[in-house]
């Protein structure tokens, strides 16, 4: 018998430096040029960039009385807000305002995506600002990428180093400026000017100003795709009635430019999308809106603006990219029922529940009472006898007054009959200032029994600027 072999497969050999050039770990980093454009969502954007700036820029600078107006002394512990004068015991009110700005930001992304990072975050803000004075010292897109890839030349020498002075002058006016909320921005300016300033204001001043300078001014699109943890759980917040930056595929598919003369019926097979990629020249993240939703969105409308201008050149309706809903895609909605879906369940509950808040939260400042007192009691000696058969105990009592006036506040106890305040009754603070003050209360020795009783101080302004009532504990020894 003639023994039969099974014919083996031919095998495929893959030369290992051809798989190891096609495999690569890390992508390298392509700069990207984005191109300016002009349009409704752009001055939207400008306007916010001078809104935010202003805010930020002008508030420390605000008086208010012989003070400054937002100031957050943390050397003396104080944090005054325009009228208002808080103490660290008045950390609800930031847990308060961080819980509102949470919700303002759930709010905003389920009705229209990201806004805040579009608009008004101060990565957005300050890239934009570093952008624009790119482009007035280098020129447009075509003439920056055309001085970066060209060789080695004075031109070129004195644009970037004119550019990065201006850059570095704006990081630390911002640092400046973060560090006037701290320090009085005033004093802070005459210190500046006279070489005197501390250590720790050069040391913020030049960390916050180099970090504005590195954001804003290289790594920009970087820090919004892979540093910003709103773009990974942006999608939670999502859903197919939330308005995003949208691209109509039913109209703009197929891309193609009709040919001059071609007739009326031969040109309908094109769609409205003549592929001039404007759009993703102009996008801050370097996407291409056309391949749908991306978490590197930050909707900032500047891609609606491009293909809008491009639209009226090519004399067909606008909207091939606008803001839209998944569903009023789909269902090629009218803008009366985009509306109406907008204003859905889950958004109506979110402002339902932020608008109690910041009732609650305004209503609170308002009625809150100018007086602090915080009540500690003397460890040194914890209960003892004292001439005229009275049992003692001493306290120390941290009275905090939260108006700009002087004050003088009365101190008394309740709790047990016959229980007075033996030491001085009534003392003064300064205005903003806290000020700690030994108490005694005295007690006819035998007028209560053996163990710890409830007492209450009650510490009220003689000028009816508010009082308090603070618990302690009066001992009876067996």
Same mark, same amino acid.
């Given at each position: 018998?003639?023994?039969?072999?099974?014919?083996?497969?031919?095998?495929?050999?893959?030369?290992? $430096? $051809?798989? @190891?050039?096609?495999?690569?770990?890390?992508?390298?980093?392509k700069?990207?040029?984005?191109?300016?454009?002009?349009?409704?969502?752009?001055?939207w954007?400008w306007?916010l960039?001078?809104?935010?700036?202003?805010?930020?820029?002008?508030?420390?600078?605000?008086?208010?009385?012989?003070?400054?107006a937002?100031?957050?002394?943390l050397?003396a512990?104080?944090?005054f807000?325009f009228? *208002?004068?808080?103490?660290?015991?008045d950390?609800i009110?930031?847990?308060? =305002?961080?819980v509102?700005?949470?919700?303002?930001?759930?709010?905003?992304?389920?009705?229209?995506?990201?806004?805040?990072?579009g608009?008004?975050?101060?990565?957005t803000?300050y890239t934009?600002?570093?952008?624009? &004075?790119?482009?007035?010292? @280098?020129?447009?897109?075509?003439?920056?990428?055309?001085?970066? #890839?060209g060789?080695?030349?004075?031109?070129?020498?004195?644009?970037k180093?004119?550019?990065?002075v201006?850059w570095? #002058?704006? +990081?630390l006016?911002?640092?400046?400026?973060?560090?006037?909320?701290?320090?009085?921005?005033?004093?802070?300016?005459?210190?500046? =000017?006279q070489?005197?300033m +501390?250590?720790?204001?050069?040391?913020?001043v030049?960390?916050? +100003?180099?970090?504005?300078?590195?954001n804003?001014?290289f790594?920009?699109?970087?820090?919004?795709k892979?540093m910003?943890?709103?773009?990974?759980?942006?999608?939670?917040?999502?859903?197919?009635?939330?308005l995003?930056?949208?691209?109509d595929?039913?109209?703009g598919e197929?891309?193609?430019?009709?040919?001059? +003369?071609r007739?009326a $019926?031969? $040109?309908?097979?094109?769609?409205?999308?003549?592929?001039?990629k =404007?759009c993703?020249?102009?996008?801050?993240?370097g996407?291409d809106?056309?391949?749908?939703?991306?978490?590197e969105?930050?909707?900032?409308?500047?891609? &609606?603006?491009?293909?809008?201008?491009v639209m009226?050149?090519?004399?067909?309706?606008?909207? *091939?990219?606008?803001?839209a809903?998944?569903? #009023?895609?789909?269902?090629r909605?009218?803008?009366?029922?985009?509306?109406r879906?907008?204003l859905?369940p889950?958004?109506?509950?979110?402002?339902?529940? *932020?608008?109690?808040?910041?009732?609650? *939260?305004?209503? #609170?400042l308002?009625?809150?009472?100018p007086?602090?007192?915080?009540?500690v009691r003397?460890?040194?000696?914890?209960?003892r006898?004292?001439?005229?058969?009275?049992?003692?105990?001493?306290?120390?009592?941290?009275?905090m007054n939260?108006t700009e006036?002087?004050?003088?506040?009365r101190?008394?106890?309740s709790?047990?009959?016959g229980?007075?305040?033996?030491?001085e009754?009534?003392?003064?603070v300064?205005p903003?200032?806290?000020r700690?003050?030994?108490?005694?209360l005295?007690?006819p020795?035998?007028?209560a029994?053996?163990?710890?009783h409830k007492?209450?101080?009650d510490?009220?302004?003689e000028?009816?600027q508010?009082?308090?009532?603070?618990?302690?504990v009066?001992?009876?020894?067996?």
């Open positions: 018998m003639t023994e039969q072999t099974t014919p083996q497969k031919p095998r495929t050999v893959i030369p290992i $430096a $051809a798989a @190891e050039e096609d495999v690569g770990l890390y992508a390298a980093h700069k990207i040029y984005p191109r300016s454009v002009s349009g409704y969502f752009a001055r954007r306007a960039v001078f809104a935010t700036q202003g805010v930020f820029c002008g508030l420390p600078w605000l008086e208010w009385g012989q003070r400054q937002v100031l957050f002394d050397g512990r104080r944090f807000l009228g *208002l004068v808080l103490y660290p015991q950390l009110y930031l847990t308060g =305002l961080l509102v700005s949470a919700l303002s930001l759930f709010l905003f992304t389920a009705v229209a995506g990201r806004l805040w990072c608009y008004a975050c101060p990565q803000v934009e600002i570093f952008m624009w &004075v790119e482009e007035k010292i @280098e020129g447009s897109r075509i003439a920056r990428m055309r001085l970066d #890839s060789d080695f030349s004075a031109e070129k020498l004195v644009k180093w004119f550019k990065h201006v570095i #002058s704006i +990081g006016w911002t640092g400046f400026t973060f560090v006037g909320y701290f320090t009085p921005i005033r004093e802070l300016a005459m210190e500046f =000017l070489t005197r +501390g250590s720790w204001e050069v040391f913020w030049l960390f916050y +100003g180099f970090a504005t300078y590195g804003a001014g790594m920009r699109e970087q820090v919004c892979y910003c943890p709103y773009a990974r759980f942006q999608s939670a917040m999502f859903d197919r009635d939330t995003i930056v949208s691209y595929t039913a109209r197929p891309r193609g430019v009709p040919a001059k +003369g007739a $019926a031969a $040109a309908s097979e094109f769609g409205h999308c003549i592929d001039c =404007l993703v020249q102009v996008c801050p993240t996407i809106i056309r391949q749908g939703l991306q978490y969105c930050i909707g900032c409308g500047l891609c &609606v603006d491009a293909c809008n201008i009226d050149k090519m004399s067909t309706p606008r909207g *091939l990219i606008r803001y809903t998944q569903n #009023s895609m789909a269902g909605w009218t803008p009366r029922q985009v509306l879906r907008v859905r889950r958004v109506l509950v979110y402002t339902a529940v *932020l608008g109690a808040l910041c009732i609650g *939260l305004l209503a #609170s308002v009625t809150r009472t007086l602090k007192v915080d009540v003397d460890r040194a000696s914890l209960a006898i004292v001439d005229g058969g009275q049992l003692e105990n001493v306290y120390r009592l941290q009275i939260a006036q002087v004050q003088r506040y101190i008394e106890a709790g047990l009959e229980l007075h305040v033996s030491s009754p009534v003392v003064e300064a903003a200032q806290s700690w003050v030994a108490v005694r005295q007690l020795y035998g007028a029994t053996a163990g710890s007492v209450y101080f510490v009220r302004a000028g009816g508010g009082s308090v009532s603070e618990k302690a009066f001992l009876v020894p067996r």
